[in-house]
């Protein structure tokens, strides 16, 4: 029998399309909708475990993304008769609060993987629990559903290669959810209430810089359009495959990372429009090529359903103690500060400070030269991405960051050739100019060594290395000696 009223509880599923939870609530003669800012997802937090260090959990860039995110989704909802409840606290006591305030029988909402999420929402479901309420948890954060995996989650295999086979050989994508007709949201005295601003969340508010790849912008109906242009509107997706490993522009890749991990877009709406294109228009490696990569984000997202914490751990979840992590908090800051004197990895670096993104092959060149050139504990580094990535996923930063250093899904060397990474994607130079203006007379088969101009060069591109721009902090040609 359906009940008569239920919550909705909007985590990090922002969306109305493709989201089984609201769906399933939808049956309910009454349904209100209510998202909650928590404030341990602001401000500084301590890493945990026995060597635990301090760092910001959310960044600017990311707590606009949601804010955005949430001031969209609340439109949509209104604008489809409607409403959306917004509290600044934690979900354990404003989802039980809302639910008794409005007599409601059951809450819906999406189950996560990892394991600060999975803890909240373990509260949640006490508390409701407790005041006989009942809690109705969905999977919708991948592209295959947890039930429809050829094996159980704990059995799946730590290789993605074998993982993606046997998803691809013995398992079905979903098609996406219909949008459901809204019933009446009893707002009523309990109250919508305004939306929280980034002074109240604790963090500051930033500009878009002009110089980078897209002005995120959150919300559902953003992520829906940067979609459509990038399939439709560019017909970018036939190239992918080819372009996926740019540095410079919009156009390069996708760049549905932030929508996809705020929820904004479910990844079976994706794959659903791509085996459109590839019916409508043309069906190649490039197109396969997307889903592959959102095969990568699932790997992640299931990996940390099987191994939970023990991937925040220094050795992973190999459990490695073999490697000498340095502590050295003065070249961390020289790394995540973009000073480090090797061009390519400041770029990276200044591009994430100033827009909250970096492409892939940035983001793994900058974590390569932390964890295996500077060898500095790689979980600092990853601390750091969580606070500054627009699009911070746990399952594929800590996943990704883990794979490059050696301790998690990969035990092969990841090490990075710096110096041969950007002459192979930056042959121009362009993506260092644009970060590093210190250089940019230098010409482009010089400047991502320009430790090795000569005074007369450096006096004629205009720049002096250990002044304008600094010394490299480490001999890279010795360390990769070393490192063989
Ligand atoms: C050190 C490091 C940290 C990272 N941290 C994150 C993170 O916090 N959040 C995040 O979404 N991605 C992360 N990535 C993966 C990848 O860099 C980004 O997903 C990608 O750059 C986002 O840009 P895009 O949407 O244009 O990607 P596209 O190339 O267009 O790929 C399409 C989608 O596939 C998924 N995807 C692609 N590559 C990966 C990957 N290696 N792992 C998991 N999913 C992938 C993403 O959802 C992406 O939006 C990290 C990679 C590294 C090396």
Same mark, same amino acid.
């Given at each position: 029998?359906?009940?008569?009223t ?25 349904v209100?909708? @209510?998202v909650?800012?928590? !404030?341990?997802?602001?401000?500084? #937090? /301590?890493?945990? +475990? =026995? ?13 606009r993304?949601?804010?955005?995110s ?15 409840v ?12 809302v ?73 079905? @994508?979903?098609?996406?959810? !219909?949008?459901?007709?809204?019933? #009446? /949201?009893?707002? +009523? =005295? ?12 604790g963090?500051d ?62 990844p ?14 043309v ?36 459990g ?7 502590? =050295? ?5 020289r ?7 090797i061009?390519?990895?400041d770029a ?51 996943g990704?960051?883990a794979?490059i ?23 121009d ?6 970060w ?33 721009y ?11 000696r070393?490192?063989?």
């Amino acid at each position: 029998m359906a009940s008569d009223t239920a919550v909705v509880w909007f985590r990090r599923d922002l969306r109305v399309h493709d989201n089984e939870a609201l769906v399933e609530a939808c049956e309910a003669g009454e349904v209100l909708p @209510v998202v909650a800012f928590d !404030p341990r997802e602001y401000g500084e #937090r /301590a890493f945990g +475990g =026995d060597d635990s260090f301090r760092f910001e959990k959310t960044g600017p860039y990311r707590a606009r993304f949601r804010r955005e995110s949430v001031a969209d989704l609340r439109e949509r909802l209104r604008d489809r008769g409607s409403d959306l409840v917004v509290r600044h606290g934690r979900p354990e006591e404003v989802v039980p609060a809302v639910a008794a305030a409005v007599d409601a029988d059951v809450v819906h909402f999406q189950t996560l993987a990892t394991p600060e999420e999975r803890a909240v929402e373990n509260a949640v479901r006490k508390r409701l629990r407790e005041v006989g309420v009942t809690p109705s948890r969905h999977w919708t954060q991948t592209l295959y559903h947890l039930n429809d995996l050829p094996s159980p989650y704990t059995d799946i295999s730590d290789t993605y290669t074998s993982f993606r086979k046997s998803v691809e050989g013995d398992a079905t @994508v979903r098609d996406p959810l !219909p949008e459901p007709d809204l019933p #009446r /949201a009893p707002v +009523g =005295d309990v109250g919508a209430g305004p939306l929280p601003t980034a002074s109240g969340l604790g963090v500051d508010e930033v500009e878009y810089d002009e110089r980078a790849a897209l002005a995120f912008e959150g919300g559902e109906s953003s992520g829906l359009d940067r979609l459509d242009r990038y399939l439709w509107r560019e017909d970018r997706l036939r190239k992918y495959k080819d372009t996926r490993n740019g540095l410079l522009g919009q156009g390069f890749s996708s760049k549905l990372s932030p929508w996809l991990n705020a929820g904004c877009l479910s990844p079976r709406y994706v794959h659903a429009a791509v085996d459109r294109y590839e019916h409508e228009r043309v069906s190649n490696d490039s197109t396969y090529w997307l889903v592959f990569e959102l095969l990568w984000r699932d790997f992640f997202q299931f990996q940390f359903a099987k191994h939970g914490a023990d991937f925040f751990g220094q050795g992973g979840i190999r459990g490695r103690d073999d490697i000498d992590w340095r502590q =050295d908090d003065a070249a961390l800051e020289r790394w995540a500060g973009g000073e480090t004197g090797i061009p390519f990895v400041d770029a990276a670096m200044r591009e994430l400070n100033a827009t909250g993104y970096q492409s892939n092959r940035a983001r793994q060149n900058a974590a390569s030269f932390l964890a295996n050139t500077l060898r500095i504990d790689w979980r600092k580094g990853a601390a750091y991405f969580e606070t500054q990535l627009v699009d911070y996923d746990p399952a594929s930063n800590y996943g990704n960051w883990a794979y490059i250093a050696g301790v998690g899904n990969d035990s092969r060397d990841r090490s990075f050739d710096i110096v041969n990474q950007a002459n192979t994607y930056d042959g121009d130079g362009a993506y260092v100019k644009r970060w590093v203006p210190e250089l940019s007379d230098v010409p482009a088969e010089a400047v991502h060594e320009p430790w090795e101009l000569s005074d007369t060069e450096q006096a004629e591109y205009d720049v002096q290395v250990g002044v304008d721009y600094p010394e490299p902090m480490i001999d890279l040609e010795d360390r990769h000696r070393t490192l063989r």
